[in-house]
């Protein structure tokens, strides 16, 4: 599991530590964030100050759980993704 995850955690790491977003940043897109809500990390301030750069919409989900949500709670994850997608690609 280390050589399957830790790749991708150093990645994370890295573009945190170079990237520096403005509010100039704007996505073309609408952006749906999907936040824990009870993470020790990442407030759910910061989570949503993404709608700074949401130039096309913006929905804030929040997930019950920890950081590692997206582990612990897949298929709820999933439900919100395909939600997601089923709203943007419907004709």
Do not use: N, Q, Y
């Amino acid at each position: 599991m280390v050589d399957l995850f830790l790749p991708m955690i150093r990645a994370d790491f890295r573009l945190a530590e170079r990237l520096v977003a403005t509010t100039a940043d704007e996505l073309g897109c609408p952006l749906t964030v999907l936040a824990a809500t009870d993470d020790a990390e990442t407030s759910a301030a910061d989570a949503a100050a993404w709608e700074l750069h949401a130039k096309a919409g913006f929905r804030l989900v929040p997930m019950a759980g920890g950081h590692f949500f997206v582990v612990s709670r897949p298929t709820a994850v999933l439900t919100e993704v395909r939600r997601v997608l089923d709203a943007t690609l419907a004709p």
